[in-house]
């Protein structure tokens, strides 16, 4: 290397020890850095320098060092207005789609034994009460005059029917309203029996915990009344129409037992 460019180079750096001694050292301008970066660049080239190997930085170069936030990044070389300027990449965002979430199989385990192997997925082995016992007074279907048990038991001529402690009465409260059926409804548009329809139930120890009204085709409200009765006796109400009364006193009583669940339906027709 010659020697007249490397006392050009060396009268142009200052090392961190030499600013730290001397007290009146100030910041170099930045008319002053401008000119010994350019000088260093034009009178020593980048390759021919020397290594100065386990030297410290020194304060020219420290400052003449790039970074990271004066580097411009341009999407595309068309954009670029200068080429000597380093562009970067702009990361692309990794986002899921709704592709990527769906699951890449419908296997749920093996089929069953006796069904076809393409129906990965059996329904009835998701019912926890299929192994239980169906009580024999559960409700098979209903009509429009009466009422199919499951064990065989038919109630027709459009009684009501009234399953208690796995018993079955034939119930027929418009009697003991004195009057027809439509007398079951009050001026008010609710369902309203008198005390002497729930004999049946004052007699029965242990009472039941729920009693489930099924007041026909459709559902009304229960009058306040006919709701007190039932509650002085100590059991809950619900009320729906007769199908959905219907089905759930068969879930119920399978759970629960036929001692804590009764039903009380009257005749869809």
Not at 132 to 158: E, W
Request: hydrophobic residues 35%; positive net charge; contains cysteine.
């Amino acid at each position: 290397m010659p020697k007249k460019r490397l006392e050009i180079y060396n009268t142009t750096t200052f090392t961190f020890e030499q600013a730290s001694r001397s007290p009146t050292m100030h910041t170099p301008s930045t008319l002053l850095l401008r000119s010994l970066r350019s000088s260093i660049s034009k009178s020593v080239p980048f390759s021919s320098r020397p290594s100065y190997g386990s030297l410290q930085p020194t304060v020219s170069q420290c400052l003449l060092r790039p970074t990271p936030s004066s580097i411009r990044t341009y999407t595309s070389d068309k954009s670029n207005p200068n080429p000597n300027i380093r562009v970067q990449p702009r990361p692309r965002r990794t986002t899921l789609s709704s592709a990527d979430l769906k699951p890449k199989s419908n296997y749920r385990g093996p089929p069953p034994e006796g069904t076809d192997a393409q129906h990965m997925t059996d329904l009835n082995s998701l019912n926890i009460l299929s192994g239980a016992a169906v009580p024999a007074t559960a409700i098979d279907a209903c009509h429009h005059d009466g009422f199919q048990l499951n064990n065989g038991v038919r109630i027709a001529d459009g009684n009501g029917c009234l399953l208690v402690d796995g018993e079955v009465f034939v119930w027929r409260p418009w009697e003991a309203a004195a009057g027809k059926e439509r007398n079951l409804v009050n001026e008010k548009g609710q369902w309203e029996v008198p005390e002497g329809a729930w004999g049946a139930l004052r007699l029965l120890w242990p009472k039941p915990d729920i009693l489930i009204l099924g007041l026909g085709p459709a559902m009304r409200p229960l009058s306040p009344e006919t709701r007190r009765h039932i509650n002085e006796l100590g059991i809950r109400v619900e009320v729906q129409d007769t199908r959905n009364a219907a089905a759930q006193f068969n879930l119920l009583a399978t759970e629960r037992g036929v001692q804590e669940i009764a039903a009380a339906l009257l005749p869809i027709g």
